[in-house]
């Protein structure tokens, strides 16, 4: 990504001052009269997104007037990187709410994804760190959050198997962190048969593989996090339609987003003992793929009877979870973008999560509210659990309609093969399907600033 945050002694910037409609009614008289001119201009008054820029006899941008509105400063100011020009800007004066936290908006505001652009346009303009905001950490988050929305944006031909495992190999090395990937055939003796079953219909170059990266002190809490990557989902025999398919290359949208959380607790030298789990399929179609009806195996030992190949995602992860209940952890964590029932209940901008432990849901409500990172807590009914039932294997893939909660069932499903202890089921979506300021149609890095919160807390340096 570009580098879009300045060392906060860089000099010279354009000022930028903010205001909630509160401070503009309080303040607006203190102006000078050129900047007064160019409020009245546009009608500015505070409210969220407001903008007025204040120029010189030149034509040049002097001062930035930005509203904020009346709610939370971080959210608001995420819009205003893509409405200015090119430039170096700083904030004047004190900054309504934390510096960290503007810096870290205003970053994900400039981002963009034009590698397959000719035409590039302007470089995206940038912003002096507010002193006293803590300059690495903006810039771990930042890229993290900007490595997970590049993955989700790339098109599957060109993010497959191979190129997560690359990405997964150059974290990993960035960090001192080990790794391990089995591949294709080798899955089957290494114990992982349902991703086997699910990636086996791939062409060869595109075979699924299940990486495994660990990193920190072998004495430290176990935090395995674990990251749902099907590079495209064609729906297998159970074949999507057309507009079904248009955006599967976000498919592997967990898988990313375990990777930039793992990034992020490796850059931030969280003290924990990391492990990330990512198997990668692509659930293609061909002579080889699996059948609706058969009965895989899993490394939990239970078997699963398949009744739509379409709901494979939770088949590469019970293998995924089996391997992280064997590490023992302190906590588990994994993302999926499991199910569109999640998007029927809480739309796009809200991620579900499950978990039956009452204080680590309230350490995640917690951090969602902390980072500004929309999170709800949806029940794991137990009195669905029978529609995952099978008349021929110990439980199937599909549940039977009656129970209807299409992203409860799942995360029941997951349930059967998690870690005894503490763990959290994300069904997220990755993707803004319309823009916002600051958001455009495209790639979202959702919950794992969130996630974060609650990890430092949790684990916290002693």
């Known amino acids: 990504m ?3 945050n300045l060392p906060s002694d860089h000099e010279p910037s354009i000022p930028i001052r903010l205001f909630s409609q509160a401070d503009w009614r309080l303040n607006a008289q203190e102006l000078s009269p050129p900047a007064r001119a160019a409020a009245t201009q546009v009608k500015f008054a505070g409210k969220s997104g407001d903008l007025a820029v204040v120029r010189g006899d030149d034509g040049e941008a002097q001062e930035v007037l930005f509203g ?3 709610g939370p400063a971080a959210p608001a100011f995420r819009g205003l990187a893509a409405k200015l020009p090119p430039g170096d800007y700083r904030l004047d004066g004190e ?3 934390d510096g960290a936290d ?3 908006a205003w970053a994900q505001g ?3 994804f034009d590698r397959y652009k000719r035409d590039r346009g302007d470089p995206p303009p940038r912003l002096v760190t507010p002193s006293g905001a803590d300059a690495n950490r903006v810039r771990v988050l930042a890229h993290a959050c900007a490595l997970a929305r590049d993955m989700v944006n790339t098109p599957a031909n060109d993010m497959g198997p191979l190129q997560i495992e690359t990405i997964a190999r150059e974290i990993a090395h960035q960090h001192g962190a080990q790794i391990e990937v089995v591949t294709g ?4 003796e290494a114990g992982y048969p349902a991703v086997h079953a699910v990636g086996r219909a791939a062409v060869a170059h595109r075979a699924p593989r299940m990486i495994e990266i660990t990193w920190g002190e072998a004495g430290a809490p176990v935090v395995a996090v674990v990251g749902k990557g099907v590079v495209f989902d064609t729906g297998g025999l159970d074949l999507k339609p057309s507009a079904g398919m248009r955006l599967m290359k976000k498919d592997m949208g967990g898988a990313a987003h375990a990777l930039a959380l793992g990034r992020m607790i490796m850059g931030l030298r969280l003290p924990v003992r990391l492990v990330v789990l990512v198997p990668v399929v692509e659930n293609a179609v061909s002579g080889d793929a699996m059948r609706p009806g058969d009965v895989l195996a899993s490394r939990r030992g239970l078997s699963i009877e398949v009744g739509n190949t379409d709901a494979e995602g939770r088949l590469i992860l019970a293998d995924a979870l089996a391997r992280a209940a064997e590490l023992t952890p302190s906590l588990t964590i994994d993302m999926a973008t499991l199910t569109g029932a999640a998007r029927v209940a809480l739309g796009p901008h809200v991620i579900p999560f499950y978990t039956d432990d009452d204080d680590l849901a309230g350490e995640i409500a917690e951090g969602s509210l902390a980072a500004n990172d929309p999170l709800w807590r949806m029940p794991l009914w137990d009195g669905y659990a029978a529609s ?5 294997a110990d439980l199937k893939n599909d549940p039977d309609g009656w129970a209807q909660a299409g992203s409860v069932t799942a995360a029941l499903f997951l349930k059967r093969f998690a870690p005894v202890g503490p763990w959290v089921h994300l069904d997220i979506f990755a993707w803004n399907p319309r ?10 890095a959702q919950s794992i600033l969130a996630l974060l919160h609650m990890l430092e807390r949790r684990f916290a340096k002693a």
């Open 95 to 97: 900054a309504r709410g």
């Open 2 to 4: 570009s580098e879009v």
């Open 102 to 104: 503007l810096a870290l």
């Open 68 to 70: 904020l509105g009346e």
């Open 388 to 392: 995952l039932d099978s008349d021929v």
């Open 435 to 444: 823009s916002r300021p600051g958001a455009p149609v495209g790639a979202e």
């Open 110 to 112: 400039a981002y963009r």
């Open 185 to 188: 055939d080798a899955l089957l």
